[in-house]
C-alpha cells in the first residue's frame, strides 16, 4: 500500500460541555505522550477550528461526566467516529488506550518509516533533471508536462543527501537535515556557489565514477575465482565509494546497501537515460 | 470580528533537528493556554503521506505554524497539494528560535507572513500520480 493510500487516526481531546477539562499538566502529559507515538491531536476549545478529519478515523478522548461522552456522527458518514473516557487515566495509560484503538482500525501505526525524503523548492527548481539522473533509488520521476517531482518517497535512504548536493541551485532540501541550505534554511550566493562545486560528483573523483565502476567490474570479472570472494567484493566496493561518500555526504550504510557495480551502473544508466528522455520531451514541447 | 490565525504545533517526532526543551516548552505553554491548536507528530511525514488535513489547514483562513525553517515548511505543503497561503502564513522557526520568542509569536495577535515569496500556486507543483507512488 502507498505512503498516500493509508489513513492515519485523529485524535481530538474534547473539553467541552459534558466533560471536565484536564489540568494542565496532564494536558501537557497526554499531548506529549500522544505525539511520541505518532499521533495528531487536535486540542479543541472554544475559539479555533480545527481541521477537518478527511480520510481518517477519529477518536474523541475527554472526561466524560459519569464516564457517558456526547453523542457525535459525521453527516456525511466518511468518517468514523469513537469516543474513549480517560477519567483517572494517566499520560501512559492514555497513550496505551487510544494504540489500542488503533489497532482496531485500519489507521496505520506511525513511526514505521522515518520521514526522510527530498522537498523541491520549486522557486529554485529549473528543471534540469540532474536529480533523477543521479538518483539510484528511483525517488524521482516527471509529471505529465515533464516537471520534475518526487514519485517515490519512502525509496529515499535515510540520512543521504546526495542528490541535494547535486542540485545547480540548491532547491532540493532534507528538512530534518542538520545544516542549510540542505535543511530548508535561506540559500545564501556562497551556499550557492559551493552547492555549484558538487555538481558534479564524477569530477571530484577525477573521472567518471561510473565508468570507474564498470573498470573495476570487468577487472574483477577477469580475476581467479579466489579473488572474488564475498569479503573481497566488500572491500572493493567500500574503496570504490568511500571518496563519493565523503564528497555527498553519504552515510556508509546506505554505500554499502548498494548492489553490485554492474547493478549500480545499470540504474545509473537507467536515471540517466529518464533524465535526458524528460529533457528531451520538454524541447520538443517548449 | 476577525478570526484569530489558527495554531498549528509540529512536534517533529522523528529527528532530533529542534532542540527538545524548545519543543517542550512552546508545547507546554499551548496546553497551559485557553487556545485550540493543532499539534502533530511529524509534518514531514504528512506531507509524505500528502494527509488531507494539511489541506484544510493551509485553506482554513490564516496560521500560524510552529515548526522548522519557512522554506521548507512552504514546500512540504506544497508537495502535499495543500499549498499555504502566501500572505496568510507565518512560519515560527523552533530550530533557530527561543522557546520565548516562539511562544510570542504564536500567542501574539498579529500575523507575520514570511512564507518566501515566489510560485507556490497548485498549477506551479508537479501533478499528482498515484499510480507511481512507491508500496510500502
Given at each position: 500500500?502507498?505512503?498516500?493510500?493509508?489513513?492515519?487516526?485523529?485524535?481530538?481531546?474534547?473539553?467541552?460541555?459534558?466533560?471536565?477539562?484536564?489540568?494542565?499538566?496532564?494536558?501537557?502529559?497526554?499531548?506529549?505522550?500522544l505525539l511520541e507515538k505518532g499521533f495528531a491531536v487536535t486540542r479543541a476549545a472554544a475559539a479555533g477550528a480545527p481541521a477537518r478529519a478527511d480520510r481518517s478515523s477519529l477518536l474523541v478522548l475527554g472526561q466524560f461526566i459519569g464516564g457517558k461522552p456526547p453523542q457525535a456522527e459525521d453527516a456525511a458518514g466518511e468518517v468514523s467516529i469513537r469516543f474513549q473516557?480517560?477519567?483517572?487515566?494517566?499520560?501512559?495509560r492514555i497513550a496505551e488506550s487510544v494504540e489500542s484503538a488503533r489497532a482496531l482500525t485500519s489507521a496505520v501505526k506511525q513511526g514505521d518509516w522515518k520521514p526522510w525524503f527530498p522537498v523541491i523548492d520549486?522557486?529554485?527548481?529549473?528543471?534540469?533533471?540532474?536529480?533523477?539522473?543521479?538518483?539510484?533509488?528511483?525517488?524521482?520521476?516527471?509529471?505529465?508536462?515533464?516537471?520534475?517531482?518526487?514519485?517515490?518517497?519512502?525509496?529515499?535512504?535515510?540520512?543521504?543527501?546526495?542528490?541535494?548536493?547535486?542540485?545547480?541551485?540548491?532547491?532540493?532540501?532534507?528538512?530534518?537535515?542538520?545544516?542549510?541550505?540542505?535543511?530548508?534554511?535561506?540559500?545564501?550566493?556562497?551556499?550557492?556557489?559551493?552547492?555549484?562545486?558538487?555538481?558534479?560528483?564524477?569530477?571530484?573523483?577525477?573521472?567518471?565514477?561510473?565508468?570507474?565502476?564498470?573498470?573495476?567490474?570487468?577487472?574483477?570479472?577477469?580475476?581467479?575465482?579466489?579473488?572474488?570472494?564475498?569479503?573481497?567484493?566488500?572491500?572493493?566496493?567500500?574503496?570504490?565509494?568511500?571518496?563519493?561518500?565523503?564528497?555527498?555526504?553519504?552515510?556508509?550504510?546506505?554505500?554499502?546497501?548498494?548492489?553490485?557495480?554492474?547493478?549500480?551502473?545499470?540504474?545509473?544508466?537507467?536515471?540517466?537515460?529518464?533524465?535526458?528522455?524528460?529533457?528531451?520531451?520538454?524541447?520538443?514541447?517548449? | 470580528?476577525?478570526?484569530?490565525?489558527?495554531?498549528?504545533?509540529?512536534?517533529?517526532?522523528?529527528?532530533?533537528?529542534?532542540?527538545?526543551?524548545?519543543?517542550?516548552?512552546?508545547?507546554?505553554?499551548?496546553?497551559?493556554?485557553?487556545?485550540?491548536?493543532?499539534?502533530?507528530?511529524?509534518?514531514?511525514?504528512?506531507?509524505?503521506?500528502?494527509?488531507?488535513?494539511?489541506?484544510?489547514?493551509?485553506?482554513?483562513?490564516?496560521?500560524?505554524?510552529?515548526?522548522?525553517?519557512?522554506?521548507?515548511?512552504?514546500?512540504?505543503?506544497?508537495?502535499?497539494?495543500?499549498?499555504?497561503?502566501?500572505?496568510?502564513?507565518?512560519?515560527?522557526?523552533?530550530?533557530?528560535?527561543?522557546?520565548?520568542?516562539?511562544?510570542?509569536?504564536?500567542?501574539?495577535?498579529?500575523?507575520?507572513?514570511?512564507?518566501?515569496?515566489?510560485?507556490?500556486?497548485?498549477?506551479?507543483?508537479?501533478?499528482?500520480?498515484?499510480?507511481?507512488?512507491?508500496?510500502?
Amino acid at each position: 500500500m502507498s505512503l498516500q493510500d493509508q489513513t492515519t487516526l485523529r485524535i481530538v481531546l474534547y473539553e467541552g460541555d459534558g466533560s471536565q477539562p484536564l489540568e494542565a499538566p496532564g494536558r501537557f502529559a497526554a499531548m506529549t505522550a500522544l505525539l511520541e507515538k505518532g499521533f495528531a491531536v487536535t486540542r479543541a476549545a472554544a475559539a479555533g477550528a480545527p481541521a477537518r478529519a478527511d480520510r481518517s478515523s477519529l477518536l474523541v478522548l475527554g472526561q466524560f461526566i459519569g464516564g457517558k461522552p456526547p453523542q457525535a456522527e459525521d453527516a456525511a458518514g466518511e468518517v468514523s467516529i469513537r469516543f474513549q473516557d480517560i477519567t483517572g487515566f494517566d499520560a501512559a495509560r492514555i497513550a496505551e488506550s487510544v494504540e489500542s484503538a488503533r489497532a482496531l482500525t485500519s489507521a496505520v501505526k506511525q513511526g514505521d518509516w522515518k520521514p526522510w525524503f527530498p522537498v523541491i523548492d520549486y522557486d529554485r527548481c529549473t528543471n534540469c533533471m540532474q536529480c533523477l539522473s543521479f538518483c539510484l533509488f528511483g525517488v524521482y520521476g516527471v509529471d505529465d508536462g515533464q516537471k520534475i517531482q518526487v514519485q517515490n518517497n519512502d525509496n529515499c535512504k535515510t540520512n543521504c543527501p546526495a542528490c541535494s548536493r547535486v542540485c545547480p541551485e540548491a532547491a532540493i532540501m532534507f528538512p530534518k537535515y542538520k545544516a542549510g541550505p540542505i535543511n530548508g534554511d535561506v540559500v545564501s550566493d556562497s551556499d550557492l556557489n559551493r552547492e555549484k562545486m558538487k555538481v558534479d560528483i564524477s569530477a571530484l573523483l577525477g573521472g567518471d565514477v561510473y565508468s570507474m565502476l564498470r573498470e573495476r567490474s570487468e577487472k574483477a570479472q577477469s580475476r581467479f575465482s579466489k579473488e572474488r570472494d564475498a569479503d573481497k567484493a566488500l572491500k572493493e566496493r567500500q574503496k570504490c565509494l568511500v571518496k563519493l561518500a565523503q564528497a555527498g555526504d553519504i552515510p556508509a550504510e546506505v554505500l554499502m546497501s548498494l548492489p553490485s557495480p554492474d547493478e549500480i551502473m545499470r540504474r545509473a544508466e537507467e536515471a540517466k537515460a529518464k533524465g535526458q528522455a524528460a529533457l528531451a520531451m520538454q524541447k520538443q514541447t517548449s | 470580528m476577525t478570526t484569530p490565525p489558527r495554531i498549528l504545533y509540529c512536534h517533529c517526532n522523528y529527528a532530533q533537528v529542534v532542540p527538545k526543551e524548545v519543543k517542550e516548552a512552546v508545547l507546554k505553554k499551548l496546553c497551559e493556554s485557553g487556545v485550540a491548536f493543532e499539534a502533530v507528530a511529524d509534518l514531514c511525514e504528512m506531507s509524505a503521506r500528502r494527509d488531507p488535513a494539511l489541506q484544510r489547514l493551509a485553506e482554513g483562513g490564516t496560521v500560524k505554524i510552529a515548526a522548522c525553517f519557512p522554506r521548507a515548511v512552504k514546500w512540504l505543503f506544497a508537495a502535499a497539494q495543500a499549498p499555504l497561503p502566501a500572505d496568510g502564513a507565518e512560519v515560527i522557526n523552533m530550530r533557530v528560535q527561543t522557546a520565548e520568542e516562539v511562544s510570542a509569536a504564536l500567542f501574539s495577535e498579529e500575523l507575520k507572513p514570511n512564507l518566501p515569496k515566489g510560485k507556490a500556486a497548485p498549477a506551479d507543483a508537479p501533478s499528482v500520480q498515484p499510480e507511481t507512488a512507491a508500496a510500502t
